[in-house]
Structure formats: C-alpha cells, structure tokens
C-alpha cells in the first residue's frame, strides 16, 4: 500500500514511518509543509494520504479542501489533538475520510489505514447503475447525468451506494454509520448529517430534485 504522509513533528514522523516500514506492507512518502503535501497527492497514486492537521504552509484540512476541489478522490485521514465534534466535522466537512485524534496508538493507525484500503479497494460487483438517467459508476466514484458528473469522496460514494442498495427504505443514522464508517469508528452521530449535507450539495449540480429524503428523528432514504 502507497501512503503519504505529511506530518510536521519529525519525532512523530519518524516513529509512524519507521512503523509502518516495519510492517513490510507499505511504501510511505514522507513531507513535512501542506504545500508539498498537495503537489505530492497530485503527482503520484497514493491508496491513503495522512495529513496533520496543524501544518506549515498549509494545514491538513486546507490541503484537504484544496485536494477534493482538484477531484482528487483517494482516501485521506486527518491526524489531530482536536477532538471537539465542530473540528471532527470541519475536518469531515473538507472532504477527509477519517479522522484520528492524538494521541494515538500505531495499531489504531494501521487498523484505519486497512479499512480505507478496504472500503476503496473492495471488489465491485457492477460498473454502473442506472437510476433513471442518473448514473452511478462505482468504479471511478462518479454520478452523471448526461454530459455533467460530479466526483465523490470514498465516504461519499460509499454513503450513496448504501443508500442506492437500499432505495426507498429508511436507513437509520446508527445503521449508516455503522455500515460506512464502522461500529468502532470514533466519530459522532452528526458526521452522517454532515456528509449527506455535502452529497445532496453535488446532486444538486445534475439534478434539481431531493433525492436524499430525511427521517425527522431516524435517518435517509433514497428516492428517485
């Protein structure tokens, strides 16, 4: 598995990267500024990047934003001390795919990096799915609808496929995070709130219909 990591503590740095070599199954790039964190990200195929998120030119969040407005769609985990449920959603509201608050045991970090790599890597059983014109392509993490497509997050696209698989019915906000983020992910019940705000913002780009219907009280459903 390819990481980048981008990580300004160099004590911090040199533990996660001496770690990880050690496991024998990552190869890990390793910058210290935002700037480079991007141009890297950019540059090369990364299955996960890691990014701080207190960072010199550039925190972890910003190289974040500045990623997904770029289409980047590979998984990104946040690292930081903040561990209020505003920052836990900032960070999710950038377009990260996880977040890890410090401090941290190594372990943890690899058992993140092993479900991203499964959630972005899981075998698909179809290419596309048509919904009435609107396309789901579940290989490039993709929506069309005619000649406009808007890019998804891996937790976007996973969060929306949930709901396409489960058209119509009523999914609980506890089965949603369950089934995206994990049983044991340390995250708030307002991130599934947060991340379906930011998917119905893109469906709005090809469509102009509410497809993401809410539960006043219980959760989504999907009705197209």
């Known amino acids: ?46 299955d996960v990047l890691i990014l701080d998120w207190m960072m010199p030119e550039g925190d972890g969040v910003e190289v974040c934003r500045r990623l997904r407005k770029q289409d980047y769609s590979g998984a990104i985990l946040i690292l930081t001390a903040k561990d209020a449920v505003q920052d836990r959603v900032a960070g999710l509201d950038s377009g990260a795919d996880d977040y890890l608050i410090k401090p941290f045991e190594i372990d943890e970090l690899l058992a993140r990096l092993r479900a991203l790599s499964r959630r972005n890597y899981a075998p698909i059983v179809e290419e596309t799915v048509d919904l009435h014109g609107l396309v789901l392509n579940r290989t490039s993490y993709t929506i069309h609808r005619g000649n406009k497509h808007i890019q998804l997050t891996p937790r976007e696209f996973q969060l929306f496929d949930l709901l396409v698989r489960n058209k119509g019915q009523v999914l609980p906000r506890d089965i949603i995070l369950d089934r995206v983020w994990g049983f044991d992910a340390d995250v708030s ?24 219907q809410s539960k006043r009280g219980v959760g989504y459903k999907l009705e197209i």
């Not at 991130?191 to 993401?212: G, N, Y």
């Open 1 to 46: 598995m390819n990481i980048l990591l981008a990580e300004d503590d160099l004590r911090l740095g040199k533990l996660i990267v001496h770690m990880l070599k050690k496991t024998g199954e990552y190869k890990i790039d390793w910058v210290t500024t935002g700037n480079d964190a991007f141009d890297y990200a950019l540059m090369s195929h990364y």
């Open 189 to 212: 019940i307002k991130i599934v709130d947060a991340t379906v705000k930011l998917l119905r913002k893109k469906l709005h780009m090809l469509i102009h219909q509410e497809l993401i």
